[in-house]
Each structure stands twice: as structure tokens, then as C-alpha cells.
């Protein structure tokens, strides 16, 4: 092989560990995760964030057509969004977690509800409290 050819893909190799350094470099940090999940009552908490992505969904169940979602999280910057989703698989509830408030759900079937938190380069912290709605 001359060295035409292989300056190339030494450029290459070069460049992506070069590049998989500096991505190693940038830690992600969760502290003071909880979660309580019981039959109507459901609660999630990360006490701080830093650069964290992460993708979790949670099986919850609701004897209820309707939840009370109430969203207190400081997300300073990056992505943290909730979506709940009914037995059916309806999307009864798909928000911002920057977005504070109390929200309730659209209809959705009694069962078991999926809860899916997406985190992506996420900072700051991160509440959210789903119950049954009366």
C-alpha cells in the first residue's frame, strides 16, 4: 500500500480517537434517584443532573380512566420529556418536564399505564408525581 492510500485512513483512525476522547470526557451525573410506584400513586425524582441522558419506562398501574400528572422539575438545560401511554397504548399524556403545573390526562383505559422518561443531555433536576384523577 503506498502511503497515499494510507494517510487516508490513518486521518481517519486518528480523528475518532481523538474524538472518542473528548466524548469520554464530558461525564454524565444522576444523584438522588427515587422512584415509588404503587397502584394509583406513582413519583420520580432525580436530585441532580448533569449532561445525563437516559431512556426508562416504567409499568404503573391505574384503576382510573384519567391521571393528575404534577410536574415541579428544574431543567436547566437538554431534553427531559414524560410520556404516558394507557393499557391500549393511547398516548394519554406527552409533555416537556420544563413545563410546571398540574395536568390532567386524557381518557384512557384502567390497567396497567406505561410511563417513559426521556432524558437527553439533561441538567438541573427532575419531579413529577402521576396519581389517579377522582
Known sequence: MTMKRFAPALLAVSLALLGGGCAASRSQVARDFTVMNETDVFELHYGTLENFSN???FSWTNTGSRARVRQASSVQSGVAL???RDPSGL???SKNLREQGS???FE????VW???VILDRAAGSLT???RKNP
Do not use: L
Request: aromatic share 10%; hydrophobic share 40%; no cysteine.
Open 103 to 105: 395536568f390532567v390526562s
Open 91 to 93: 398516548v394519554v399524556h
Open 108 to 111: 384512557g383505559k384502567p390497567g
Open 114 to 116: 406505561k410511563i417513559t
Open 82 to 84: 414524560v410520556e404516558i
Open 128 to 130: 413529577f408525581e402521576v
Open 55 to 57: 431512556r426508562q419506562t
